[in-house]
């Protein structure tokens, strides 16, 4: 409709002195393998003649919006000013994006919410050039105008200190309009009572402390659901702290799992408590279930929601099917059409992933966060000299001190150089291998991931009878295994015995012994004959 006053030019006019008083107020550069890009962090200033032409010659136009039409289709009137202005765009406006981090927290490489957002941010401008972004600074919330013609609001933050718990009435009236929202790892949790309350409304769940566990565990991901937000992702794994059994939405109604995975036996090992362990999720995990760690929501009243319960661990980012199920989460969220392989992307590299964290890089950071399996420890326990073909194995058990990020590394080997991989096939068996926690559960090693498989000639890849239930392990000797330590660990046990391919009575009097250690060995336990032994603590 048009009543004549004002032209498509007269609202371009509006339009322009609108976004040409923003501000530059900072800038970075990242480098993103195939070149550089830059993020402006904007504020607007807005002055009330300039707000009134827009909003006046943006009604007489009465243009549909670009993307969901009810965006600004009924607000309170406390909220009038935000709906109005979004009533400023232009159907070719580009997509518009504003990511909000909270404060630092957990050291460098963990939480790192500005770095996570900023990489993502120009990560989705490689797929999408003219998409506005605008991250914020730590725990600073955008003024109103800057959110009120966004498509999408993303944050990543700490739950219990939420940045958005101060605003929950602007983005409830926002999200009503059609504000796509998406919450990245702790965002998803914030404080129980109207917080938690908004963000279910705007996500489909939430992380309920009581109900919800934060165990750190490899999910494995093998299926994928007709989704957008799912496009392009292959089978993969990683280790993060990934929070399951999520408080849904009754019936899990619009929310479709976008990452699911079966929880192993390990995430039980904590006694239970308000985020560790419960009933309900120890019967869950003893049935076997699968749980949701990524969703979409589509909500009841138009708008879009995505939770991501993963990123503890800022360096995943690096993994192309982890950075892709967030960067699809976002553009879905934010309206955009996701291509059919998924939002595409440059992998970031290791100076990508150090840029802009909230800490300085500590010394030995790769073997402090299990990254790097060779180091300089010696083993903190040796096995006395295990006996080839031996009529029973021997017993190893191996306690592990209280830590919440902690590492075991196994080196085994042999007394003889032909046991490096000649005719004899020299080899460890590792039988009933398992962590014993603080709840008295065990968990077998054959659901843990393996961080590390090395032989002195360099990485191998693990056999894949390992992950078989209830079959012995047979290790080759001369290897270093590395796992992570399940967290409520208190011990490692298993059964060891040597075997080679050689008739008993042509072995000789061959040896094997395994060493312990807590941090990456030095490398050469992988050369030497024997390493110094230890008795065990």
Known sequence: MNVGRGTNNDVAKARLRLIGRAESSESETWNNGAGTASVAYRQLQVS??????????????????????????????????????????????????????????????????????????????????????????????????????????????????????????????????????????????????????????????????????????????????????????????????????????????????????????????????????????????????????????????????????????????????????????????????VPSEGVESTRPTWQDIAANQDYNRPPNWEQEAGLAPLGSADPVYSTPPILLHATKPLGLQVEIPPARYRHIYFVFESDSSSAAGGPAKARVRWQNARFRGESGQEAPLNEEKVAHFLGSEGPRQPPTHWAEPDKAMEIPVPSLLHYPVPRGSTHFLSEVSFHTDEARETSGNRQARVHVFFAPPAERFLRAPFGPSRDSR
């Open 48 to 337: 009330q003649a300039d707000l009134d032409a827009a909003v006046s010659l943006r009604l007489e136009e009465d243009r549909p919006m670009r993307r969901f039409p009810n965006r600004a289709a009924w607000c309170p009137v406390s909220f009038l000013i935000l709906s109005l202005l979004a009533l400023t765009r232009c159907a070719a406006d580009p997509a518009k994006v504003v990511f909000v981090p909270g404060r630092e927290s957990h050291g460098y490489g963990m939480h790192e919410h500005r770095a996570g957002l900023l990489l993502l941010a120009r990560s989705l401008q490689q797929q999408w050039p003219e998409l506005e972004t605008i991250v914020t600074d730590k725990d600073a919330w955008p003024a109103p105008e800057v959110l009120a013609d966004a498509d999408a609001l993303v944050i990543a933050c700490e739950g219990s200190k939420h940045v958005v718990l101060p605003h929950l009435d602007e983005v409830d009236a926002l999200a009503r309009g059609g504000l796509g929202i998406a919450l990245i790892h702790y965002a998803v949790e914030p404080p129980d009572g109207p917080g938690a309350e908004a963000v279910r409304r705007w996500i489909g769940g939430n992380f309920e402390r009581g109900w919800s566990i934060n165990p750190d565990w490899a999910a494995e991901f093998v299926e994928f659901p007709d989704h957008p937000a799912a496009n392009g992702l292959m089978p993969f794994s990683a280790y993060d702290e990934w929070y399951f059994n999520m408080r849904f939405v009754a019936d899990r109604k619009r929310v479709t799992p976008i990452l699911e995975a079966r929880p192993p036996l390990s995430t039980l090992l904590r006694n239970n408590g308000p985020s560790s362990n419960n009933p309900e999720v120890t019967e869950s995990v003893l049935r076997g279930d699968s749980h949701a760690v990524a969703w979409a929501y589509d909500r009841p009243g138009g708008g879009r929601g995505f939770g991501f319960s993963g990123a503890h661990h800022h360096f995943n980012y690096r993994d192309d099917n982890f950075r892709k199920t967030v960067l699809n989460g976002i553009a879905w969220v934010a309206g955009l059409e």
